[in-house]
């Protein structure tokens, strides 16, 4: 999932699923801090029938240059999310492996819903669907010509009354102190439904609240995606909109991969959490994460490779278009070990704050198209789920 992309479907021949995994040898030698982190999986629901969903996209991937390794192939193979026995496969392998939340992708359109089988069909109907807990990012970006983010008041206002009643009367729906977290990806867009006016922006989410409490909640939890609080207007939006937290899909958003065709994944995780840190990075870090007024909930990235979404293009003309959007540059070098390394500094920084934020994101459980998943694959196997177990599985 990024913003302004739209699904791309396309047939070729199949591929081959390998059934073993040779063993890898596991970095001993990272340093991992005691003490109790929230494991938060952000989850993208687009792995349905392979005939209309991204199954169909990655299965036929291409490499792109010398080296790279397309196509990924899902272990467990191309399996149907919506159905209750996958999902509560994917909720055993979480829930043993360290990872607390999944936090849904979630779609809604003046049109209604969109994509919300792996979670509607799927994750609630699974019978270990409370070994996990589950939340909401609304994804409000535009998808293709007519489904587009800035939704009418009505609907925002529809969309709060479908979230209450159907996800945070769950008993598994993530509450912080009590108060369900919701996530919003585009604020910029979110200002849009109500004409660029922060008072009836403000209005209707206070009307939200209200209607959260009603339902015997304490408050809402909002959580505002940090990409699209900008510098010039970042710290005035969260405090006019009360947002209680921040957080970020993909360290992408705020560190721009260096090199293409490759950027090296420890020069980009590093360079993030520079700017965690000391600012200088963009899309809400130009300053330091502490100086938000709110708190801010770590980042840590798997990979980076949406080049499957280029669809049926040659290494060439690929090659020729650095950017932008599913074009530009694939990150490598993000093998377990460096992963299972930048998770423990994550949870070094992350237990130097108060208990109640200590929160770390992860993209992403299964974002295979743009090369982000702990999901097992035929060549890692589960050594990515093994790496959040031995940082977080206390």
């Excluded at 607390?100 to 509607?120: H, N, Q, S, T």
Aim: charged fraction near 20%; glycine fraction near 6%.
């Amino acid at each position: 999932m990024l913003v302004c992309s739209a699904v791309l479907l396309h047939s070729c021949k199949n591929h081959q699923v390998v059934s073993s995994v040779p063993d890898q040898p596991q970095d001993s030698s990272v340093a991992i801090p005691p003490g109790k982190v929230t494991v938060a999986c952000y989850y993208f629901p687009n792995w349905g029938p392979v005939a209309t969903s991204e199954w169909n996209t990655l299965k036929f991937a291409q490499p792109k240059f010398s080296g790279h390794a397309q196509p990924k192939v899902p272990l467990w193979g191309y399996e149907n999310e919506q159905d209750p026995a996958v999902m509560e496969k994917k909720i055993a392998a979480a829930s043993s492996h360290g990872i607390d939340v999944f936090v849904f992708d979630w779609y809604f359109y003046d049109d209604g819903p969109y994509l919300e089988k792996a979670l509607d069909s799927g994750f609630i109907k699974a019978s270990n669907r409370n070994n996990i807990k589950f939340a909401l990012m609304w994804c409000n970006h535009d998808v293709g010509t007519f489904q587009k983010g800035a939704v009418k008041p009505a609907t925002f206002d529809q969309i709060t009354d479908h979230i209450i009643e159907k996800y945070f009367k769950n008993p598994a729906y993530w509450k912080i102190d009590g108060c369900p977290f919701f996530s919003i990806y585009q604020f910029t867009t979110f200002l849009k439904t109500f004409g660029d006016d922060t008072t009836n922006a403000l209005t209707a989410l206070n009307h939200f609240r209200e209607k959260v409490k009603a339902a015997g909640f304490p408050d809402l939890h909002l959580d505002g995606s940090l990409w699209d609080l900008k510098a010039e207007s970042r710290d005035a939006i969260i405090k006019r909109l009360g947002i209680n937290s921040t957080s970020s899909y993909t360290w992408i958003h705020h560190i721009p991969l260096p090199d293409f065709p490759t950027s090296d994944y420890a020069q980009e995780a590093n360079a993030y959490f520079k700017a965690v840190e000391s600012g200088g990075g963009y899309n809400g870090l130009e300053t330091p994460a502490a100086t938000l007024a709110v708190p801010y909930y770590l980042n840590v990235s798997m990979g980076w490779d949406p080049s499957p979404r280029c669809g049926a293009v040659t290494a060439s003309y690929w090659l020729a278009h650095p950017s932008p959007y599913p074009f530009g540059p694939v990150m490598v070098n993000n093998t377990p070990a460096q992963f299972k390394k930048y998770l423990a500094k994550a949870k070094s920084l992350t237990m130097e704050k108060p208990s109640d934020q200590r929160i770390i994101m992860i993209n992403s459980w299964n974002e295979w198209g743009e090369g982000s998943y702990l999901e097992p694959d035929t060549v890692n196997g589960m050594k990515y789920l093994d790496a959040v177990k031995e940082v977080f599985g206390e």
